[in-house]
């Protein structure tokens, strides 16, 4: 099954940047990262995703390494209200359908 | 507005009994998911379906069970075989290979 590695925890300063790193060695030519947080006892909620160049939108950027085995995601100012579990994940392709979690990176905003 | 429904968002039941989570969704999808979430966790997958009457076993399937007779509707059964049943139940679909999926808020269901 497609697994992605994320960092545990982690802990980023109200106002900085936030950037989680995600490894997903597993993943092939066709497949996009997705990056979904989830708030507690809510729905994960879809961020960004992206296939081989770099991504932003509104919310968040996404960097991805030229082999694509790991991904970087970027909330330029992070706020108090960012504090959430972050899943990167990739869908896996052909027949098998299988959207995989893994454990999340839980990022705590602090003042 | 299109979305994706789960009813109730608290359930309670006893040892024992089967009880069947609701998931709704009106956003076309061909694919829907169940996933198990339990506290401090991340989420893992019961089931899922990628058209209507066809369905597979996630990583964590056994004392559950699910149907998919329409393409908006797939309702989970923890049946009394689940041995921990207690949990926060999410479910989830998807549309084409490359888009996002969408979400539901969760049924939390406590087994007393």
């Known amino acids: 099954d497609a697994k992605t590695t994320q960092p545990t925890s982690m802990d980023c300063a109200e106002g900085r940047a936030a950037n989680l790193p995600c490894n997903h060695s597993?993943?092939?030519?066709?497949?996009?990262v997705y990056w979904y947080r989830q708030i507690h006892s809510q729905g994960p909620q879809y961020i960004i995703h992206?296939?081989?160049n770099n991504e932003t939108n509104e919310m968040a950027s996404l960097i991805i390494t030229e082999d694509r085995k790991s991904s970087t995601l970027i909330l330029p100012h992070a706020t108090l209200r960012d504090t959430a579990v972050y899943y990167c994940i990739h869908y896996l392709s052909g027949n098998t359908g299988k959207l995989i979690f893994g454990q999340g990176t839980t990022l705590q905003v602090k003042p | 507005d299109g979305g994706i429904t789960q009813s109730p968002k608290y359930l309670f039941r006893k040892e024992g009994q089967n009880v069947t989570l609701s998931c709704e969704q009106n956003l076309n999808h061909d694919a829907m998911y169940w996933y198990r979430q339990d506290p401090g966790q991340g989420l893992r997958l019961i089931y899922y379906?990628?058209?209507?009457?066809?369905?597979q076993k996630g990583d964590i399937a056994e004392g559950y069970s699910v149907s998919r007779e329409k393409k908006e509707s797939f309702p989970l059964t923890v049946t009394s075989a689940q041995k921990n049943p207690t949990a926060f139940y999410l479910c989830?679909?998807?549309?084409?290979?490359?888009?996002?999926?969408?979400f539901g808020q969760g049924t939390r269901l406590t087994v007393v």
């Open positions: 379906s990628q058209i209507v009457n066809d369905f």
């Open positions: 992206g296939l081989k």
């Open positions: 597993t993943i092939s030519g066709n497949e996009y």
């Open positions: 989830a679909s998807k549309g084409g290979l490359n888009t996002e999926a969408f």
